[in-house]
Antibody, heavy 120, light 110 residues
Framework: QLLLQESGPGLVKPSESLSLICSVS??????????WGWIRQPPGKGLEWIGT???????YYNSSLKSRVSISLDTSKNQFSLRLTSVTAADTAVYYC????????????WGQGTLVTVSS | QSALTQPASVSGSPGQSITISCTGT?????????VSWYKHCPGKAPKLLIY???KRPSGVFDHFSGSKSGNTASLTISGLQADDEADYYC??????????FGGGTKLTVL
């Protein structure tokens, strides 16, 4: 059973960068040929795909966020991370990390999510 | 990519069947058999119910089923139970490596 847990600051100032880590247990990021993704949910709104990274290092981003987002893997810590730059209040959301297994087109295991508020 | 369209809310009584629709376009839902559905209880991790329009992951009961017609995908829950009360989201591949979610549907079990 895969377990994922998001961590990071709950409050970020406008124009700064948001950085979150997803710690993974139950599979080694070193050996699993999986996709790993980030999704967010602004308050009162639906889910929004942020981006996905393949174990090989290939990345795929939502075109609306592409200029500000990056996802990376740290196989030594069995973690992957999200960085979103130049944040505004519109980036306030619950951020989820998820496994996409060996299929890009689904999210089979999710973390419980972490709320990030952008405010001065 | 625009969000897929789902009804904001649906309701049903225990034992009944309900269907949640997910309407996209010929660029996403209509063009690919790559629709997935998720159950989300507030404060918990979302759970995958259906993938590739109608396939169920192991451990998901046949209580949940998926289908697609044209640009609209549907999730049907048969024999509604109290613990089916949750938010439900669809997701589709939209081409060019893009994934798009629906706005979510709140299911109330009366």
């Amino acid at each position: 059973q895969l377990l994922l847990q998001e961590s990071g600051p709950g409050l970020v100032k406008p124009s700064e960068s948001l950085s979150l880590i997803c710690s993974v247990s139950g599979v080694s990021l070193n050996s699993a040929t999986y996709y790993w993704g980030w999704i967010r949910q602004p308050p009162g709104k639906g889910l929004e795909w942020i981006g996905t990274m393949y174990y090989s290092g290939s990345t795929y981003y939502n075109s609306s966020l592409k200029s500000r987002v990056s996802i990376s893997l740290d196989t030594s810590k069995n973690q992957f991370s999200l960085r979103l730059t130049s944040v505004t209040a519109a980036d306030t959301a619950v951020y989820y990390c998820a496994s996409q297994g060996d299929s890009y087109y689904l999210f089979d295991y999710w973390g419980q999510g972490t709320l990030v508020t952008v405010s001065s | 990519q625009s969000a897929l369209t789902q009804p904001a809310s649906v309701s049903g009584s225990p034992g009944q069947s309900i269907t949640i629709s997910c309407t996209g376009t010929s660029s996403d839902v209509g063009n690919y058999n790559l629709v997935s559905w998720y159950k989300h209880c507030p404060g918990k991790a979302p759970k995958l119910l259906i993938y590739d329009v109608s396939k169920r992951p192991s451990g998901v009961f046949d209580h949940f089923s998926g289908s697609k017609s044209g640009n609209t995908a549907s999730l049907t829950i048969s024999g509604l139970q109290a613990d089916d009360e949750a938010d439900y989201y669809c997701c589709s591949y939209a081409g060019s490596d893009a994934l798009v979610f629906g706005g979510g549907t709140k299911l109330t079990v009366l």
